[in-house]
Nanobody, 121 residues
């Protein structure tokens, strides 16, 4: 059974940076695409970014393009989300989730518990 654990959230000032990590354990990690999602208070969860099985293909929500970078290290069984130029509207709980290859992470299957990112203005 695949398990995912996020870390790296915290409080940061507007314009600051954070790097989130999603560490996997259990069954074969490098079979799955991995996505980052977030949920702001009072809002629905939204997709942020997705990385393919090999790490060679990525995609991003328009709201984070040019500011966030997703990457994965299959040897370390970890996916990262580097976030730059953070804005207050980036505040929320960030989740990573596994997804079937080739789906652009439209539907997460196994979810982590989330890590809170708070961006102060």
């Amino acid at each position: 059974q695949l398990q995912l654990v996020e870390s790296g959230g915290g409080l940061v000032e507007s314009g600051g940076s954070l790097r989130l990590s999603c560490a996997a354990s259990g069954v074969t990690f490098d079979y799955y695409a991995i996505g980052w999602f977030r949920q702001a208070p009072g809002r629905e969860r939204e997709g942020v970014s997705c990385v393919s099985v090999s790490g060679g293909s990525t995609n991003y929500a328009d709201s984070v393009k040019g500011r966030f970078t997703i990457s994965r290290d299959n040897a370390k069984r970890t996916v990262y989300l580097q976030m730059y130029s953070l804005k207050p509207e980036d505040t929320g709980v960030y989740y990573c989730a596994s997804a079937r290859p080739g789906t652009q992470c439209r539907n997460g299957e196994v979810w982590g518990q989330g890590t809170l990112v708070t961006v102060s203005s």
